[in-house]
C-alpha cells in the first residue's frame, strides 16, 4: 500500500522557529566577541599562554643540570608558558645532538655556533639554532702559577680533545705565547699544527681536564666553564682567557638547537626566549659570572651558522 502523506508544519510555527534560531545564533556570536572585563587576557611577553598554544612537556638536553639558574628555568616555563620541562643531562659533549637528531630529546642548550656547524658538517645533519645564551671565555686554569709567563718550559697544558673546542684552546695558547701554529691557526687547527711549543700540550676529553689541573697530572688545564664550575675553579686561578665580547666571538654564541623541521614551532621558540627572563638571568649571573649574554634572533643565528658551516667545509 501507498506510505501515508506527512503532515506539514503550520507555516507560523516555523517562522517562529527560525526567529528563535536567529535569535540564539546572533547572541552566541555577540557573546563570543563580546571580550569586556571577564573576558580572559590574552597572552603577551612571558605572561600566561592561551590553552593549547604550547606543548605540555618538553625534553632539553643540557651539561649543567644541576646549576640553580635551571630550576628557576623550569619553574617559569611552568608557571609562564604552562610547559613541564625535563632536562636531560649529558656530562659528554659529543652525545646531545646525535640525541636531539634522534628524538630522544626536543631541543639542547650545550653548545656553540661552531660546535654545532662542526657537528653538522660532519655527521651530514641539519641541527639549528633557535635562541641565543650567552658567549663564555675560555680560561687557562692552573693551581701552581699565578701567571702564564711563570709556566715552567715543557709544562703539561691539558685542552679539550674535541675538535671545536681544541682550535680555540690552541689558539688561546697562541696568544699567550706557549705555541705557534701553522699559518696563524685557524678556527680548526688541531695539535699537529703546532710548530714550536714552549709546553706539552695534551688533549683529552672536555670533562677531564679540570680533574687533570686538580690531580697534578697537569700544570695548567684549559676548561669549559661548566667543567670549571663543577670543579669548583675560581677566577684567581685562571693565567689566561680569550675576550668573549671581542667580534672574533661571534661564532662561539652558545644556542638553543632544534631540529631544522622544527625551527619555527612556538613552544621551542617561546623557551628560547624564556632563558633570557630577567629572574632566570639573575640567577644565571650568579652562576656564571664571566659569561657575556647575547640576545640574538633565530634568523641570525641561523645565518651565521651557515656561514661557519662554509668554514668548516672548506677546512675538511
Not at 715543557?154 to 696568544?175: F, H, M, T, Y
Request: net charge negative.
Amino acid at each position: 500500500m501507498p506510505e501515508k502523506p506527512k503532515r506539514k508544519a503550520p507555516v507560523a510555527a516555523i517562522a517562529v522557529a527560525v526567529v528563535v534560531l536567529l535569535v540564539l545564533v546572533g547572541g552566541g556570536v555577540w557573546l563570543a566577541n563580546r571580550g569586556g572585563d571577564d573576558a580572559p587576557a590574552a597572552a603577551a611577553g612571558g605572561g600566561a599562554s592561551p590553552s593549547g598554544e604550547y606543548r605540555s612537556s618538553v625534553k632539553i638536553g643540557v651539561s649543567d643540570s644541576a646549576l640553580p639558574y635551571w630550576e628557576t628555568y623550569t619553574e617559569l616555563a611552568k608557571s609562564e608558558l604552562g610547559v613541564d620541562v625535563e632536562l636531560v643531562n649529558f656530562a659528554d659533549y659529543s652525545l646531545p645532538n646525535p640525541a636531539l637528531s634522534q628524538s630522544q630529546v626536543d631541543l639542547n642548550q650545550f653548545q656553540h655556533i661552531q660546535y654545532l656547524a662542526n657537528y653538522n658538517v660532519t655527521a651530514g645533519d641539519d641541527i639549528q639554532p633557535i635562541g641565543a645564551t650567552a658567549v663564555y671565555p675560555l680560561p687557562l686554569y692552573s693551581t701552581t702559577v699565578t701567571d702564564v709567563a711563570a709556566l715552567p718550559q715543557g709544562a703539561v697544558i691539558a685542552i679539550p680533545d674535541d675538535a671545536i673546542n681544541e682550535a680555540r684552546a690552541l689558539l688561546l695558547l697562541q696568544s699567550a705565547g706557549l705555541v705557534q701554529l701553522d699559518g696563524g691557526g685557524t678556527a680548526f687547527s688541531s695539535v699537529d699544527d703546532i710548530t714550536s711549543a714552549k709546553v706539552e700540550v695534551t688533549p683529552i676529553s672536555a670533562d677531564q681536564t679540570a680533574r687533570a689541573l686538580q690531580s697534578g697530572s697537569a700544570v695548567g688545564a684549559v676548561v669549559n666553564n661548566n667543567y670549571a664550575t663543577a670543579a669548583r675553579l675560581t677566577a684567581d686561578q685562571v693565567i689566561v682567557a680569550d675576550d668573549p665580547a671581542a667580534p672574533a666571538a661571534a661564532p662561539y654564541v652558545n644556542v638553543f638547537a632544534a631540529r631544522a623541521a622544527d625551527v619555527q614551532d612556538p613552544t621551542y621558540l617561546a623557551l628560547a626566549k624564556l632563558w633570557h627572563d630577567p629572574r632566570v638571568q639573575e640567577v644565571f649571573a650568579a652562576d656564571y659570572k664571566s659569561a657575556v649574554v647575547v640576545d640574538k634572533s633565530a634568523e641570525e643565528l641561523q645565518a651565521d651558522l651557515a656561514k661557519v658551516e662554509q668554514d668548516a667545509t672548506a677546512a675538511a
